[in-house]
Nanobody, 124 residues
Framework: EVQLVQSGGGLVQAGGSLRLSCTTSEFTFRDYAIAWFRQAPGKEREGLGV????????VYADSVKGRFTISADNVEKTVYLRINNLKPEDTAIYYC?????????????????WGQGTQVTVSS
């Protein structure tokens, strides 16, 4: 069974930074592409970036290049999303998700497994 356990998030002031974590099993970490998404109230789920740990390839959505960084810890089997210079429009529920086919695509419909989501609220 593929499980993705998220941590991090919370209330942050604009201009600050935070790091979200997504921890999974060794098998999932190695064999899946793991992506980050977010969904703001009343909006569609938006793909932010995806990492394929076996070759360290990372793809970012154009809208987040520069402020968002995805990384992975091979020991902890954890993928991270760091967001710098947070803005109120970054307020959303953030999700990690895993794709067995490792397509490096940010379409939510392609992802088989999802974390539980974590709320990020940015105050102005």
């Amino acid at each position: 069974e593929v499980q993705l356990v998220q941590s991090g998030g919370g209330l942050v002031q604009a201009g600050g930074s935070l790091r979200l974590s997504c921890t999974t099993s060794e098998f999932t970490f190695r064999d899946y592409a793991i992506a980050w998404f977010r969904q703001a109230p009343g909006k569609e789920r938006e793909g932010l970036g995806v990492i394929r740990t076996f070759d360290s390839r990372i793809v970012y959505a154009d809208s987040v290049k520069g402020r968002f960084t995805i990384s992975a810890d091979n020991v902890e089997k954890t993928v991270y999303l760091r967001i710098n210079n947070l803005k109120p429009e970054d307020t959303a529920i953030y999700y990690c998700a895993a794709d067995w086919s490792r397509r490096m695509d940010l379409s939510p419909r392609l992802y088989d497994y999802w974390g539980q989501g974590t709320q990020v609220t940015v105050s102005s």
